[in-house]
Antibody
Framework: EVQLVESGGGLIQPGGSLRLSCAVS????????MSWVRQAPGKGLDWVSV???????YYADSVQGRFTVSRDDSKNMLYLQMNSLRAEDTAVYYC????????????WGQGTLVTVSS | DIVMTQSPDSLAVSLGERATINCKSS????????????LAWYQQKPGQPPKLLIY???SRESGVPDRFSGSGSGTDFTLTISSLQAEDVAVYYC??????????FGQGTKLEIK
């Protein structure tokens, strides 16, 4: 059974850092494209970042230079390191598996809430 | 980036009636090499993550009731629920995967019972 479980969210002051984790079971993160998608309170879905099976990474313009996506193949984990956090980064962050080579999202985690506030 | 625009923003439909949600992309998502539309639909209920309903614009994901159908090509797409059930109350999103990254989503359509 495929499962994605995010953790690491919480309340953080502006300018602070946080690392989100996504524990994956049922498939190997190293074999699939894995994304982070966020959703601000009461708002729509906003793609954040992807790591390809080959290791290439891409980011939304809004987080480029501040966020870093990575994975640990031995632990089957996905991570999102978030630095220089801003109030507008407040959102539920989902990890999601992309079907095949970067198509639609066939599995999603339950999400972890990040609140950036003083 | 491809911009996805959904209409309407919200919709109220009576139980058993048809619900129709539209999605328009700022450029074509039809790939000429395979004649496939790189367009998906998701359903999101309160407090839950999105759930994949439709991919390739009209292919239903396994386990999705057949009252859900997708249609359209190029830049204009439609999600139809043929007979609305109470459990279909949700926000629905379209997403293009033709030109990625970035994946881009529509703003969402909130579906309620009239």
């Amino acid at each position: 059974e495929v499962q994605l479980v995010e953790s690491g969210g919480g309340l953080i002051q502006p300018g602070g850092s946080l690392r989100l984790s996504c524990a994956v079971s049922g498939f190997s993160v190293s074999s699939h494209y894995m994304s982070w998608v966020r959703q601000a309170p009461g708002k729509g879905l906003d793609w954040v970042s992807v790591i390809y099976s080959g290791g290439s990474t891409y980011y939304a313009d809004s987080v480029q230079g501040r966020f870093t996506v990575s994975r640990d193949d031995s632990k089957n984990m996905l991570y999102l390191q978030m630095n220089s956090l801003r109030a507008e980064d407040t959102a539920v962050y989902y990890c999601a598996k992309e079907y095949s080579s970067g198509w639609y999202f066939d599995y999603w985690g339950q999400g972890t809430l990040v609140t950036v506030s003083s | 980036d491809i911009v996805m625009t959904q209409s309407p923003d919200s919709l109220a439909v009576s139980l058993g009636e048809r619900a129709t949600i539209n999605c328009k992309s700022s450029q074509t998502v039809l790939h000429s090499s395979n004649n496939k539309n790189y367009l998906a639909w998701y359903q999101q209920k309160p407090g839950q993550p999105p759930k994949l309903l439709i991919y390739w614009a009209s292919s239903r994901e396994s386990g999705v009731p057949d009252r859900f159908s997708g249609s359209g090509s190029g830049t204009d797409f439609t999600l139809t629920i043929s007979s609305l059930q109470a459990e279909d109350v949700a926000v629905y999103y379209c997403q293009q995967y033709y030109s990625i990254p970035p994946h881009t989503f529509g703003q969402g359509t909130k579906l309620e019972i009239k």
